[in-house]
């Protein structure tokens, strides 16, 4: 088996404690992986990841297999060889980003045929081609190409859909080759219990390594996606490591934990961090606000990070108006963190069964500022 | 005082080995002082800054006197605190900067009126206001005011603006209010040496702490450029420190401190690993190009840097072309302990005798590709 996963204690909400040993290593669970779309989180070599408490990356199938090629980096040793990190990597299937070319694509049974936002070049990736493109990169967890349609697709859409996500996790199992990937398979069915229970029952019933669940964070309101995201959770398999793709917000992966996910990524942490919005214990700060630019205390007294110990938020102010880089690094090394050390009190919660208490203290921080989202 | 300066052993040569002691620590000499021109080195946290062996920085008068302002870095406790650098720093006085504006100032003997590149505001920078940034800044070594003239400029404007620096020198020795500050002087005169000659005795005779030799990479010849440096070098006084400003290559750092310079800045190591120009013991390495796009060696197998010891050639090339900040930052901590490294191989070969041959080993990789500057 290339994953092994064990289920350490478990609390009464359905949150779970859990141990995820991949060929390159373990990651305790819930766990967030940040994004590292081209073989790289902007700004940070991995011994920084390794200081902000990182223990497993996302990459992309998309953007490495356009460039610099999934075949190049094969032959120079694989993912891990080629960005110098010795920790687990999954990679999404590239369909979300085929996903959102909108205009350039075109989707059959076959497969997704779309033009390279790099050279204008044609390309087909098929779930064969997908799963061929991740054993390239010799990942730890790869994922199989799904259909996604638009939030307010129609139902009759939406169960198609599903149904080609349930044959096309069918076909990514059957060209997978390398014993030590890990195949994980996505639930779609958009807001639709009974599609997403049929996507639940279709995919377990390939016993795949993981499970997924896709398709959120595409427009749809809170409320359905906390009901939604909870209802999915519930109909994947005990047993094994669950993911919430592309989620979320400080709040979300506190009850996603809850829900009994295992895993998230998000863009949020990295990409805020480089636009100047910043996650402290009291809520976010928009550090490029002219009220900081006299401002000499630190992002968050409670925060252990290199900046919150040495410099204030008018430096941080500063390096933003400059548009200097060291702004981008110490604003990274300051979300990451905070999003990795909120995962390991979520750990330590849900052994406690104190998960209640985090959540109320996480929305004393967040709920406002999340309510209309 | 403010700066104490200590001669530890000198080489027969001219090359010296000292011990600059500031209020902010202590420096060996020969060093490289890394560029941070608006209070951060690009992409660099100060902590980064100390592994890649730096020991005092260069910031800029100019820049942060316009952003954000001296005032509000002296109402935030001064630069070091304001970037959190512990050590010692050194700003030049605006003086060069203000000359690369060309056609946006006018110079009197007053001082020099210009417009702000930020916002287009009038601003008027006398000596006395330079020596003023400087003690808001709380820096540890001030640079006086000079003026500089093209390097293709007439005798007479040369002799004019040489003795109008003197002046200006005077004005800023005059203005200088904390002890905490040491005051260098600069020595300007173009390329002749009867003007040098005259510049450096009449600084001298105000017993500055410290001199510096400007006006050089303004478009001279290398060949001029060295035998003025050194000519310069020679006429100032041998217990005090000497800083050969904006200067160099690799081997201008082994040549000049060989003519008995103590400190040096340029922008060269981290501007040039923004442009993916890598610095290397077989010479610069270009990682932008083709030819690198699958080499899997490291850039360079003698340096001890994480991405030297971690990632390809191929790696930082996919970087470079991905325009990721991550390159930037792998390239920067490379090319700094690359430049970091070499002063302390300057600093041994002195102590040892052995600097010819440090500079024979130096010419063969980089001689070459400076024949023609």
Redesign the interface.
């Known amino acids: 088996m290339s994953l092994n996963f064990e289920i350490l204690s478990a609390d009464t909400s359905g949150g779970r404690l859990g141990r995820l040993a991949t060929p390159h290593g373990e990651v305790l669970t819930p766990m967030f992986m940040p994004v590292g779309t ?10 920084l990841l390794k200081e902000a408490g990182a223990t497993i990356l996302l990459s992309n199938t998309f953007h490495l297999g356009l ?2 090629g999934s075949g ?1 980096i094969r ?3 694989g993912v891990h060889r ?3 990190w010795e920790g687990p990597i999954l990679t999404d299937s590239g369909g979300f980003q085929v996903f959102s070319l909108k205009g350039l694509r075109r989707v059959n049974e076959e497969g997704i045929a779309f033009r390279s936002p790099v050279d204008g070049a044609e390309i087909f990736l098929s779930p064969e081609r997908s799963v061929e493109i991740q054993e390239e990169l010799g990942v730890d967890v790869a994922m199989a190409l799904d259909e996604l349609v638009p939030g307010d697709a129609p139902r009759a859409a939406m169960a198609a859909a599903m149904e080609r996500t349930t044959r096309w996790a069918r076909r990514c199992q059957a060209a997978k080759q390398r014993k030590e990937t890990a195949l994980f398979g996505i639930v779609q069915g958009g807001m639709e219990e009974d599609l997403r229970t049929r996507s639940a029952a279709d995919l377990t019933s390939l016993d795949l390594q993981g499970y997924a669940a896709g398709g959120f964070s595409v427009g749809e309101k809170k409320e359905t996606f906390r009901r939604m995201a909870a209802f999915t959770a519930a109909l994947l398999p005990q047993e094994k490591p669950r993911y919430l793709m592309g989620v979320g917000t400080p709040l979300d992966l506190v009850d996603a934990s809850g829900w009994g996910y295992d895993l998230f990524d998000c863009v949020l942490p990295t990409r805020n961090a480089r636009n100047g919005s910043l996650f402290t214990s009291r809520g976010t700060v928009s550090i490029k606000n002219a009220e900081h ?2 401002d ?1 205390t630190p992002l968050d007294a409670t925060c252990p990070c ?2 919150c110990r ?3 938020r ?2 941080l ?3 933003y ?2 548009d ?7 604003n990274t ?1 300051h979300n990451l963190p905070f999003y990795l050390g909120l995962m390991a009190r979520i750990r330590n919660a849900i052994g406690d069964g104190t998960l209640p208490e985090l959540r109320e203290e996480m929305a004393g921080a967040y709920e406002k500022a999340e309510g209309g989202a």
Do not use: C, Q
Request: aromatic residues 10%; positive net charge; glycine residues 12%.
């Open positions: 081209r073989a790289s989180v902007k700004g940070m070599p991995p011994f460039r610099p190049l032959d120079l040793g080629f960005m110098g630019v006299r000499e290199w900046g040495h410099i204030s008018a430096y102010n500063h390096l108006r400059a200097d880089p060291t702004g981008l690094v110490l090394l």
